[in-house]
C-alpha cells in the first residue's frame, strides 16, 4: 500500500507516517523499486497497533522502546512484557482518575440542571408561558 493509502486507512496523514517511521515508532517500511514507501501487512499491523496505543494515551517514548525491544528479537520477551505490563498499570490509574472525573462532572451537571429547572420554573418559562406577563 502506498503511503496515501495508508494515511486514508488508519486516518493518519502521510507527514505523521513518516515522522513515527523517522522516530522509530514503527519499524522501517520497506520501499518499492522507485524508493517509495510500500506498507505490506506487518507495516499496517505497527500503523494500527501504535494508533491504538497513542489513542489509548501511551507515551511515545514507551513505544519506542517497545518497538526497539521488538527488533532485537525474543531475547527480548521478558523485557516487552515487562514493559507492557508497567503501561498497562499507568493505563487503569488514568482511567480510574477519568472515571473520578467524569462522576464529579456528572454531580456538577445534575446541580447546574436542578438550578436552571428551578430558574426556569420561578420565571414562568417551563410551561411555556410567556415570561413577560
Known sequence: M?????SLKF????????????????PPVPRSTGGNRDYDEESCNWVE???????SGLP???????VH???????TLDARLQLLKEQYELLNERIT???????????KIEHY????AVEMSSCGLSDGTNAMK
Open 2 to 6: 502506498t503511503i496515501k493509502e495508508v
Open 11 to 26: 486516518n493518519l496523514s502521510p507527514d505523521t507516517l513518516r515522522y513515527y517511521e523517522r522516530i522509530g515508532l514503527i
Open 49 to 55: 497497533f501504535i494508533k491504538c496505543m497513542r489513542s
Open 60 to 66: 511515545i517514548e514507551a513505544l519506542i522502546e517497545y
Open 69 to 75: 525491544l521488538y527488533q532485537q528479537g525474543d531475547s
Open 97 to 107: 482518575e477519568m472515571l473520578a472525573t467524569q462522576k464529579r462532572l456528572e454531580g
Open 113 to 116: 440542571t436542578e438550578l436552571c
